[in-house]
């Protein structure tokens, strides 16, 4: 039991994370509201850290769109007639017609104002500026009866727990001790380019080879025409994202049943053949602007953009105002230096395979032989020992559910319905 003077508020289900897996959650316990007198599931709020609820704030980029179906929406997949779709919010802007004339995926810019459309809705279900700092267990005769969030203004308790965190930007070890104002993911891109205001470095090592790489190399041209980018891959370079019918299927609910079904070995070598659908790819236009770039630079004798393929970054090392970076070939086992003012890391992101917040409940966690959280297909999160407790995994199910569960939009209408009827078969009161 903990035992300290804070002030505890009980409710019967809590939620970390306000982002688009939690607003999508949130939204399926307001259609439910809207058939009944009250929540199904009692007292429901969830944390968030920031100030508002936003989607990829940094990467709003001009030009960028969203790469997937707008049906695929926060609640449209789960119930089409839900008063928060991507229709209703063009209806109520006065667009419905005009978007329908557009042509094109909604733009990023316009998607993030959905989003925080939907969430400005459900406001009355979310507490902001709540950053949870660690979740504790609560234990009597030696069963585990509810689960304390800890922030800097109090504890929430409760006996459901769902963890809407999203994940995590993958840091390079070799960059990790020189993250700052030249050195950055792409995940505070807009902060910290916006910062150089007119002094926007000339030099750049750019790693990665997906979307976000692609397009932040565009945009820093866009900003300063005589920008020096060294843009680094392990693979050939930058390749197509996989649009073709058929291995999108991989976003279809039945392929979620599958990959969940297989063995864990199975299930990495389905994730290696899927991966090109939503990881290390990019769309058609950015590709030709890339290629035409170097093409048209090489007619009048310029070199503003550098691919460097089949090479990984080796050391960083400070050197004056700049950063003296050693690459190596793959294949060849070549190593070679290069000189650069500033370093962004298009690298994307990844799942831990057991978020930080949940350290200290370790002895009821049933983790794989990897090592990662043990996930039921309703994404409850498997314990060991006397529990009166459940935790949902809202997004950190990839190694378990598959590339859908990837910073994608495809199921997470339908991953809320389901947590939604796995929590409310969970009893109510809260145990002190």
């Known amino acids: 039991m903990n035992n300290d003077f804070r002030c505890i508020t009980e409710v019967n289900a809590l939620g970390i994370g306000f982002g ?15 058939y009944g007198s009250a929540s199904p599931i009692g007292n429901v ?22 790469n997937h179906h707008v049906f695929r929406d926060l609640v449209t997949p789960r119930n089409p007639r839900s008063r928060f779709s991507f229709a209703m919010y063009l209806h109520e802007k006065g667009r419905l017609y005009k978007f329908g004339i557009l042509g094109r995926p909604a733009s990023r810019q316009e998607w993030s104002d959905y989003v925080s459309w939907v969430a400005e809705q459900l406001s009355h279900l979310v507490s902001y500026e709540q950053r ?38 993958a840091i390079p070890d070799a960059v990790r001790p020189y993250l700052g104002t030249h050195v950055f993911h792409t995940s505070e891109y807009l902060s910290r380019i916006e910062a150089f205001g007119s002094r926007l470095p000339k030099r750049w090592l750019v790693i990665g ?13 866009q900003r300063r025409r005589d920008c020096n980018v060294v843009s680094l891959h392990r693979s050939s370079g930058f390749k197509l994202a996989q649009f073709g019918h058929f291995p999108n299927l991989a976003f279809v609910p039945e392929r979620v049943d599958y990959f969940h079904s297989l063995n864990p ?34 007619i009048i004798g310029r ?23 050693v690459l190596r070939d793959v294949f060849k086992d070549e190593k070679t230096e290069l000189l650069v003012d500033a370093i962004l890391l298009g690298t ?79 009893p109510q009161t809260v145990s002190i």
């Not at 709020?45 to 969203?66: C, M, N, Y």
């Not at 053949?273 to 790819?281: I, L």
């Not at 994404?379 to 994608?408: M, P, T, W």
Request: hydrophobic share 40%; glycine share 8%; net charge negative.
């Open 348 to 426: 994307g992101y990844q799942q831990p395979k057991i978020p930080p917040l949940l350290a200290a409940l370790q002895p009821w966690l049933d983790v794989t032989d990897e090592g990662a959280l043990s996930i039921e297909r309703d994404y409850r999160i498997k314990l060991k020992g006397r529990c009166d407790v459940s935790i949902f995994a809202n997004g950190l199910s990839e190694r378990s559910h598959g590339i859908s569960d990837a910073q994608s939009f495809s199921l997470l209408a339908l991953r809320a319905g389901r947590i939604f009827s796995a929590m409310e078969q969970q």
């Open 303 to 325: 070199e503003r953009l550098t691919v460097r393929p089949f090479s990984e970054l080796v050391s960083v090392n400070r050197h004056g105002d700049c950063y003296r970076i």
């Open 20 to 34: 688009p897996a939690g607003i999508a959650l949130a939204g399926a316990i307001a259609d439910s509201m809207e």
């Open 132 to 169: 949870v700092l660690e979740i504790l267990p609560n234990v009597r005769d030696g069963v585990l009866v509810s689960l304390d969030a800890v922030t800097s203004g109090g504890v929430w308790r409760s006996k459901q727990l769902i963890l809407s965190t999203g994940s995590y930007p």
């Open 265 to 298: 070995d199975a299930r990495e070598r389905l994730f290696r053949e899927v991966k090109s659908t939503n990881y290390a790819g990019i769309d058609p236009d950015e590709s030709l602007a890339l290629y035409s770039m170097i093409y048209e630079d090489a």
């Open 45 to 66: 709020r969830f944390l968030e850290a920031s100030s508002i609820s936003a989607w990829h704030p940094e990467f709003i980029l001009p030009g960028t769109d969203i």
């Open 209 to 221: 080879s997906g979307q976000s790489a692609s397009e932040a190399i565009i945009d820093i041209f």
